[in-house]
């Protein structure tokens, strides 16, 4: 195995404030195998350096990006999910899996946002996207779209939002 850690784009003060254990996470890699090539994005803002990486490392067989905790204010060290959905066709993977999303609340939108996002995205670019529930094995000599689990969850927190505001108004 080869592992290549290609440029990537995020706030070096942010950076320099992680342990030397997390730093790690905000690189982006190059994992190549025998039989196959995964990139992964790590904590990244879009840039050119994307179809770079793709000219000079590519194709993969799964693209490993970053899709979650964004916004407008900061995309330029957090991709929105159309940058996200860029810098995969950027790379040339044959597969997308959305990381970075539904685990931290960073930013003001709902956990589940990034996955519905990217998810319509990927359908109106033919792309394949693979949104593994946390554990699940994913196989990458034949990646096939997953279905979306987040759903079920998404209407149990509509549910507990609905009822926070009735809470709420009563007071």
């Not at 970075?100 to 359908?123: M, Y």
Request: charged residues 15%.
């Amino acid at each position: 195995m080869v592992l290549i850690l290609p440029p990537h784009r995020h706030n070096i003060f942010l950076v320099a404030a992680y342990s030397i254990a997390t730093t790690h996470c905000a690189v982006s890699w190059v994992i190549q195998g025998l039989r196959h090539k995964v990139f992964y994005s790590g904590d990244s803002g879009y840039f050119g350096g994307f179809k770079d990486i793709g000219e000079r490392y590519g194709p993969f067989d799964l693209s490993m990006i970053e899709t979650g905790a964004y916004n407008e204010l900061w995309s330029d060290i957090h991709m929105l999910p159309e940058q996200s959905l860029q810098a995969h066709i950027d790379v040339k993977a044959n597969a997308m899996m959305p990381i970075h999303n539904g685990t931290f609340d960073l930013a003001l939108h709902d956990w589940f946002e990034p996955f519905e996002r990217i998810s319509q995205l990927a359908k109106q670019h033919n792309v394949t996207l693979l949104t593994p529930q946390f554990g699940q094995a994913v196989m990458l000599a034949n990646p096939h779209a997953s279905d979306p689990w987040w759903r079920s969850m998404m209407a149990e927190n509509q549910n507990i939002d609905e009822l926070n505001k009735v809470v709420m108004n009563s007071h």
